[in-house]
Structures are given as structure tokens and as C-alpha cells.
């Protein structure tokens, strides 16, 4: 390890967008993905090996599970999950614009108006077209 | 970009008039729209109005307005050839044609942009719809099938463009085309990442073009989806990415056309061979007209690379001339496939149909011999015009090209003597039922078809 901050000391400073100043993330990864592996393949190896039914059960939080999993879920959930990801991405736009909301004076408020104003048509057409009627 | 707003507007009204379950009104609204549009489109070129001065994302230069008008009146025949099927559930008459003009406006971006910014929202835009179109036959696995593999494949190549875009905005430092262009004209040495960056986005291109290499997805995604958006990926998706094509690479890249020139050859090359060959066994139509896209994508790409013998607005012209007799030759053969109207798609549907209705025959006739690129149509005309140009530099390859006319002109004719000949049984179908709007668009695209050959004598 000592000879690790040795090295990396040499260069710290000198050129800070050169390749070497990557060599700690590399050694960071490699340690990473070393010791996932290293478990993965170590713990099979060391540890006895005892089966019941419950062990071998499929692991769901602690508890018992119930039923099967694969039974059809309605479609209405998928519409709406996905219409939650459109609408929570539009959020996600607002944030920049509330952050530079100075700097962008009155035409990037047109911009938003224009952006808030297509999503207003998006949500009123999936209104019209019943996409969150639950019962249908 | 009136033509833009046009557009835009007009697939937004369209969804909303939907709500009224009146499929008429939808198709004439959708109709005066998509005819407003190409008259903006017009406007805007002739008097040279800027819409929206201090923006310069848009160029709808000659170039753009070429290939952005007949983007439109594409859209305008396949939006009534397909009326019926478009419109057949009530619940989302709107919804089709909407998407299809969506995805037109797309098709504008592409043909317009100046900026790789505007490029990737183009294309996106171009794109997404057409995902969802294909789709459109909820109760038909392979119409889902088909979606489904034109999203992940559609989009995986998405994500190579980008990117590709990322690697080529890492050497030149632009999003902006020309700044590019100056980028690689000004310095003595460009970096590798350029090169790099320019392949990814060829790769990207020529899937989307449906290539060779990327040309898998094609023939599955073709025979899955609906007759009208098969034609409408036929036509419209590949004349916009054609623009594009022309605007990055012959006019962008230009310099460094030693990089990409020699592969798009090779690819050309390939795309005859491995469309002309696989069309030959094939026992359905829509599968067949898909192999034959491959195999006109070949021929198109070689004038993309002829460019740099000809002057600049040349080869454009030789692009535009050869997609559009393309185009209309499919428009009239999906026209067809819509009348026919047969699930199965089986080839041997088609026996007889110009005993049942000559004049159907006639039109269908014309389309394959058009896309055969036998004289008096206009598909003989834009494969003389492309082979005429590139046999100054490369006459190996045109050789190559007309061998593979030759094979090609053995599976049209093969079609058309299934068209004429006398049905061994009696065919599943009785009465080929052409509604008006499906003669229209018949006549216009045969008409075209037909003077397309003279048009050259005005330019």
C-alpha cells in the first residue's frame, strides 16, 4: 500500500488530466470487482452444505411466500407506471429551468410555457382517452 | 419550418378530433393538413421566409425542401391508400394517423437539421412512432413481433449514433455541422476518434437504411407490420434517412470521404447481392418487397458514394430521382397489398388479380416494372441516371450492379406472371373491393410513374 501512495504521489499535481491519475480508480475497481468475485466463488467452497425445503425456498424478504408469482397482472398497471415515468420526468426538466430562472429572462419562460403547454395536451388526451379510469 | 409547425399542429388536432368517432372527418382534417404543410413547405422556399430568424438548428435549403416535399405527399398517399385499415377500430383512427404525421415531422428534422443536436431529435421523433405503428394489429402476434424487434434493434442502434455523435464532438469540439466541417477541413491531423465517431454513425445510418450487415431486423419487421406502415418504412423512414445521409456525410464529411467511402461501397455491394438473392425464394410478398428494399438501398448508396466526381447538386438530384420512383412504385404495390387484403400474405394470392381487375393489373404492373427498372417507367431512369454516374470511377461495381438487376428482373417477372396468369382454382378472394380514395392514390403514383422519365428533360 505504501508503495501505492509512493507512486501515486509522484504524479499527484503534475498533470491532472493524465492517465496515471486514473490508477487509483483502477486499483479501486479492481479490489471491487476482485472481491465480489473472490465470494462468489470462495463461499460454495468453505462453507458445509445443508438443504431443507424452506432453505432452498425461494428468498423473499423473510417472509413465507405465498401463491405464484406468475399469475397476469392488468394492463392498467403498465399504463399507468408508465405515464408516472413521463410525468416524473417532466419534472426533472423543470428543475434546471428553476435554477437558471434568471438568467433565462422572458424567453425561457415561452420555453417552459411551450414544454408545460405540450404535456397539458399529453395529459388531456390520456383524460379523454381513460387511460386512469380504473374501473372500465 | 412552417411546414413544421404546419405538421405538428396537424397530428395534434388529429388526436383530438379522434374523440368524436367520426373516421371522415379525421382523414379530411389529417388530409388538409398534411396539403397545408407541403404548401408552407412552398411558401417558405419560394419567398425565402425565415419563421423564426435568430434560430439556426433548421436549413430547409433546396436539398431539404426536395427531399421534405415528397416526405409529404408519401405520407398524404399512404394516409389514404391505408384508410381503412388505419381507421378500422374507432377507438384509434386518430391515434394512426396522428403518429403518422408525427413521425412525418420527423422526417422534416431529418432532412433540415443543421446541427447534430436537431439530428438525434429528427431522428427520434422519425422513429418512435413508426415503433409504435408497426404494432398497430394489437391481436396479431406478428404485428407485435414486429414492433417489438424494431424497438430493440431500432433502438440499440440509436445508441451507437449517439454515441458515435459523442466521439465526433470529442475531436472537433461541435455539435454544429459546418464548425465540424471547418474542424476537419483546418486541422492537419485529425484524431482518430473522429474516424471512430464517423463509422459508429455510418453503422447507426445504415441500420436504420436497412444494410446489409443491419439488414436482419428488415425483412421480419416488413412482413410483420401492417400493409400502409410497411410502405410508410419503405418510403418515407428511407428517403429522410437518405437526406440525412447526403447532409452528414457528402456534405460534411466530404473530406474525409476515403474513410467512409470505400465500406459504404462494400456495403452497397453487399446490400444488391444478399437483397437480390434472398428475394428470389420468397413466398411472401410483403417479405419479398422487403428483400427487393434491400437491394434498391444498394443501388441508392452507390450514388451516395459517386459524389465526388459529379457536382454537389448532382448526385442529390440522383438520390431524390431514384427513391422517389422507388417510393411510388411501393405505394402502388401496398396500395395493392391493402386491396388484396389477405392475412396470410401468401404470394400466390396475388394469381389472377389482373384477370379480376385489369385495371389493378395494369398499375401493379408498372409498379414491378418500375422497381425492375424496365424503360418507360421511371425506375429505369433513376437506376441509368445512378450507373451513368459511377462508372467513371468505379465500372467493376456498376458491372456488378447490372448483374444484379439482371437477378432482380427474374423475381419481379416472376410476380408479374403470377399477377397475369389464369388462377389454377378459384382464388379465396371474390370481389376486389377498391374504395376512391385507393384509385386516387393508384392513378397519381401510376401517372408519376409513367411522366416520371420526362421530368428529367425539365432538369
Not at chain 2, 226 to 243: D, L, N, Q, R
Not at chain 2, 303 to 318: C, G, K, L, M, R
Not at chain 2, 329 to 344: C, F, G, K, Q, R
Not at chain 2, 373 to 399: E, N, T
Request: charged share 10%; hydrophobic share 55%; net charge neutral.
Amino acid at each position: 500500500m505504501l508503495i501505492y501512495f509512493n507512486f501515486a504521489s509522484q504524479f499527484l499535481g503534475k498533470d491532472m488530466s493524465s492517465t496515471v491519475d486514473y490508477i487509483p480508480v483502477i486499483i479501486q475497481a479492481a479490489v471491487a470487482v476482485g472481491f465480489s468475485l473472490a465470494t462468489v466463488f470462495l463461499v460454495p467452497k468453505l462453507g458445509p452444505k445443508l438443504h431443507s425445503r424452506k432453505k432452498d425456498m425461494n428468498f423473499e424478504c423473510g417472509l413465507e411466500p405465498e401463491g405464484n408469482a406468475r399469475f397476469p397482472i392488468s394492463i392498467r398497471y403498465f399504463v399507468v407506471a408508465i405515464l408516472f415515468v413521463l410525468f416524473d420526468v417532466e419534472v426533472i426538466f423543470f428543475y434546471p429551468y428553476a435554477v437558471n430562472f434568471n438568467a433565462l429572462q422572458l424567453n425561457g419562460l415561452f420555453a417552459v410555457l411551450i414544454f408545460v403547454g405540450f404535456f397539458l395536451t399529453g395529459f388531456i388526451y390520456i383524460l379523454k382517452k381513460g387511460a386512469l379510469e380504473w374501473d372500465k | 419550418m412552417i411546414a413544421l409547425i404546419t405538421l405538428f399542429v396537424t397530428g395534434l388536432i388529429t388526436l383530438f378530433v379522434a374523440f368524436t368517432r367520426k373516421p371522415l372527418l379525421v382523414g379530411i382534417i389529417a388530409t388538409i393538413g398534411l396539403i397545408g404543410g407541403l404548401f408552407g413547405l412552398m411558401y417558405e422556399s419560394r419567398y425565402g421566409i425565415r419563421l423564426f430568424p435568430d434560430y439556426h438548428g433548421l436549413n430547409f435549403d433546396t436539398t431539404a425542401v426536395m427531399f421534405s416535399f415528397i416526405c409529404i405527399i408519401f405520407t398524404t398517399l399512404l394516409v389514404w391508400t391505408g384508410f381503412k385499415p388505419l381507421t378500422e377500430n374507432e377507438n384509434h383512427a386518430g391515434d394512426h394517423i396522428a403518429l403518422m404525421i408525427f413521425s412525418l415531422c420527423g422526417a422534416l428534422i431529418m432532412t433540415s437539421f443543421t446541427d447534430f443536436f436537431m439530428f438525434f431529435l429528427g431522428l427520434e421523433i422519425l422513429s418512435i412512432p413508426v415503433y409504435v405503428l408497426a404494432g398497430m394489429k394489437k391481436s396479431d402476434a406478428l404485428s407485435s413481433e414486429a414492433s417489438l424487434k424494431y424497438f430493440l434493434t431500432g433502438s440499440f442502434a440509436t445508441g451507437i449514433l449517439l454515441f458515435g455523435i459523442a466521439w465526433i464532438y470529442g475531436s472537433t469540439g461541435s455539435f454544429d455541422l459546418l464548425e465540424i466541417k471547418n474542424a476537419i477541413l483546418n486541422s492537419t491531423h485529425n484524431s482518430s476518434l473522429l474516424y471512430v465517431g464517423v463509422l459508429l454513425v455510418l453503422a447507426s445510418f445504415l441500420f436504420k437504411i436497412g444494410a446489409v450487415p443491419y439488414h436482419f431486423w428488415s425483412p421480419d419487421v416488413y412482413a410483420g407490420s401492417p400493409a400502409t406502415i410497411m410502405g410508410f418504412m419503405a418510403s418515407v423512414v428511407k428517403i429522410a434517412a437518405f437526406a440525412a445521409i447526403l447532409r452528414l456525410f457528402t456534405d460534411t464529411f466530404d473530406s474525409i470521404s476515403g474513410v467512409w467511402g470505400p465500406l459504404v461501397l462494400g456495403v452497397s455491394v453487399l446490400s444488391m447481392f444478399v437483397g437480390n438473392l434472398s428475394a428470389i425464394k420468397q413466398t411472401r410478398v410483403r417479405r419479398l418487397l422487403a428483400y427487393s428494399s434491400i437491394a434498391h438501398v444498394g443501388y441508392a448508396l452507390l450514388a451516395v458514394v459517386t459524389f465526388d466526381s459529379v457536382e454537389t447538386t448532382t448526385y442529390h438530384y440522383n438520390v431524390y430521382y431514384y427513391l422517389l420512383a422507388y417510393g411510388l412504385a411501393t405505394i402502388i404495390l401496398i396500395t395493392a397489398e391493402n386491396i388484396i387484403n389477405d392475412e396470410s400474405d401468401d404470394i400466390e394470392n396475388w394469381v389472377g388479380i389482373a384477370r379480376k381487375n385489369p385495371i389493378l393489373g395494369l398499375f401493379i404492373i408498372m409498379a414491378i416494372l418500375s422497381l425492375a427498372g424496365v424503360p418507360p417507367m421511371m425506375g429505369f431512369f433513376g437506376k441509368y441516371l445512378i450507373f451513368s454516374q459511377a462508372i467513371y470511377d468505379y465500372p467493376y461495381i456498376v458491372a456488378i450492379a447490372l448483374l444484379n438487376s439482371g437477378i432482380g428482373i427474374y423475381y419481379y417477372l416472376k410476380l408479374i406472371v403470377k399477377v397475369l396468369r389464369k388462377p389454377y382454382e378459384a382464388p379465396k378472394f371474390d370481389k376486389l373491393i377498391i374504395c376512391s380514395l385507393q384509385w386516387i392514390v393508384l392513378i397519381i403514383s401510376g401517372v408519376l410513374l409513367l411522366i416520371g422519365g420526362f421530368l428529367l428533360l425539365l432538369f
